[in-house]
């Protein structure tokens, strides 16, 4: 390849703020300002201001080990179609059907449940009561399954009373 034909590259590198007046960006301040922490350096992603306040990191609750920082919402345990094989025709999955079978363990499963996925080929016909992903719903029916959805308790209406004893005071 001939320095000729090379492509052409556009991107260049970025400015060094401070460096001196050949730099192109530097003398006096080098557009930091005139002084304080941003003028001097950089300042910590938690730095909230002051020491008086208790800090947010410290009034989290403390956790340890290499996943502290990963966020704590629960994910459901995941069961794929083709694991359900191993059942019975026509059998009921439900979390104590998996736990005896040992697709999953009890308190894990009892703590953040089990969903049912669609990776695979279901080959028998199953009654399943647990939360399934749409395309899980559709092998099983193709089956010859049926899928039992629980219905939650129905909420009561109830009439939402004003927190203030001036609104209660009927206009006329």
Do not use: W
Request: positive net charge; proline residues 4%.
């Amino acid at each position: 390849m001939k320095l000729n034909q090379l492509p052409k590259s556009i991107t260049r590198n970025k400015k060094r703020l401070g460096r001196g007046y050949g730099s192109g960006k530097g003398g006096h301040t080098s557009s930091r300002g005139a002084k304080g922490d941003n003028a001097r350096g950089k300042v910590a992603l938690i730095f909230e201001g002051t020491k008086m306040k208790k800090s947010f990191l410290k009034r989290l609750p403390l956790r340890r080990g290499k996943g502290k920082f990963k966020p704590q919402h629960n994910k459901p345990l995941i069961i794929n179609l083709d694991q359900l094989n191993i059942l019975s025709k026509e059998s009921l999955v439900n979390i104590e059907t998996l736990v005896k079978v040992g697709l999953v363990v009890e308190k894990e499963a009892k703590i953040y449940g089990v969903k049912i996925l669609g990776n695979g080929e279901l080959k028998i016909a199953l009654k399943v009561a647990l939360p399934c992903s749409g395309s899980a719903k559709k092998k099983i029916e193709k089956a010859g399954g049926k899928i039992i959805e629980k219905l939650a308790p129905a909420i009561k209406e109830t009439q939402v009373l004003p927190k203030n004893k001036k609104n209660l005071k009927k206009k006329v």
